[in-house]
């Protein structure tokens, strides 16, 4: 099974399938029973008795009362003679109620003349029949119980190569943040120890001093991002939310990316409703997600791509937000685990494409605010006229 949710819906038609089977076969057991055995008990212990009232619970209240029968003649036979006249009374009494319980009447029932073997003989009768309405019960409990085992074992199988994925995701993904850190630090170091020792010349000092800059920012917002995905994945961390205008935290977003979006020669169309929609955010961190999925777009896409950011209102008050490009598609395979940590487009493994945690950490965010996110593609976007004309977008749904 897929995930819990299908493991539920299997079991539950597993166990209604087997009750199903179960009652025909103990319909099928009764009946036999009724017919053969029964009918056999009746004519040697309970003449003229009728024998279509049996039921499964009488048969069981029969067997423990034939048990208690069989200790009181016992008892019967050790004890001195004066006391067996009294215990003769409670026997033919607990024979009353063998017959009472096995044929489900209260109505005045004869038996015949018993003796210990018949006795003996009716309990071992009862205890075949017992064990004959039990079997189909005790079979159908260990074939369900070895269902569920196995489908739980194939969960936590899957579970565990899941964890396995992620670990040697997450352990490959650290040490290529770990070399995108030395590399720079290597030359950041280098170009330092050059400046101070007066080793670069004026006219190249403001060139070292560039790079430092640079080198400087990129070592920074890895160490960042690992950081934000650590503080999001964290017991303590709560959102700051506050009644906030979702039109303008976008409109910011687009002004902030603005300039990123030119210079990596990109366009960027905007249609963002005039008026204020109110929605409950954690700005800080909602407007993280807008600029990742912007900032995703630039990164992984070809000097020349169309991007677009919509905000729509439709009929059920559902409020959406679509970063798009006519970039190329994701492949199939990537698309499953899109959102997934340490999960990156780019086959090298490289950091150059991207740490594999923006959106990731994008996905928490959305998520944590009760909103929904998802990748959607050619020719399922064609469902959204707004995005139509894009080969993929990322929809985030908000429920006002």
């Known amino acids: 099974m897929g995930n819990i949710s299908e493991l539920k819906s299997y079991i539950i038609k597993r166990f209604i399938a087997i009750i199903i089977i179960l009652s ?9 029973i009724r017919r053969t055995v029964i009918s056999f008990v009746v004519k040697m212990f309970f003449e003229g008795q009728s024998v279509d009232d049996v039921t499964s619970y009488g048969i069981m209240i029969g067997m423990v009362l ?13 004890l001195p003679k004066q006391i067996e006249p009294y215990i003769e009374g409670y026997i033919n009494q607990f024979r009353i109620y063998i017959a009472k319980a096995l044929l489900n009447s209260d109505s005045k029932i004869n038996i015949s003349n018993v003796t210990l073997k018949k006795e003996v003989l009716l309990l071992f009768i009862l205890l075949g029949m017992f064990i004959l309405i039990m079997l189909p019960l005790i079979i159908a409990a260990l074939y369900f119980s ?6 739980f074992n194939a969960i936590e199988e899957a579970e565990k190569k899941k964890q396995e994925d992620y670990d040697k995701r997450r352990n490959l993904m650290l040490s290529d943040i770990a070399h995108d850190l030395r590399t720079p630090i290597t030359t950041v170091s280098g170009y330092a ?24 920012k990129r070592m920074s917002d890895l160490i960042n ?18 009644s906030y205008d979702v039109c303008e935290l976008v409109r910011e977003c687009a002004a902030f990316q603005y300039q990123d979006i030119e210079d990596a020669g990109m366009t960027l169309d905007v249609d963002i409703p005039e008026e204020v929609i109110k929605v409950e955010v954690d700005k800080l961190q909602f407007s993280r997600v807008v600029t990742n999925l912007l900032t995703n777009a630039v990164r992984h896409n070809k000097s020349g791509t169309d991007i677009g950011l919509y905000v729509n209102e439709d009929d059920d008050d559902k409020l ?7 970039g190329d598609l994701i492949p199939e395979e990537q698309v499953v685990q899109i959102f997934d940590p340490f999960v990156m487009g780019d086959e090298s493994r490289s950091t150059k494409g991207g740490t594999g945690l923006g959106l990731s950490i994008s996905k928490k965010i959305v998520e944590m605010h009760g909103f929904k996110i998802k990748l959607v593609q050619q020719p399922e976007i064609k ?10 977008a990322f929809i985030i749904t908000i429920k006002q």
Not at 66 to 78: D, H, K, N, P, T
């Open 24 to 32: 025909f076969v103990e319909y099928a057991n009764m009946s036999f």
């Open 66 to 78: 034939a048990i208690v029968l069989i200790v009181l003649e016992l008892l019967c036979m050790l």
């Open 146 to 151: 070895s269902v569920v085992l196995k489908e």
């Open 193 to 216: 120890m050059a400046l101070s020792d007066g080793m670069v010349e004026e006219d190249k000092k403001q060139e070292y001093l560039d790079a430092i800059q640079a080198k400087s």
């Open 225 to 242: 991002l690992l950081f934000d995905y650590v503080k999001l994945d964290s017991d303590g961390f709560t959102l700051a939310k506050e």
């Open 320 to 326: 959406r937000i679509m970063v798009a490009d006519n």
């Open 383 to 392: 469902n959204n006229p707004l995005v139509a004309k894009y080969q993929k």
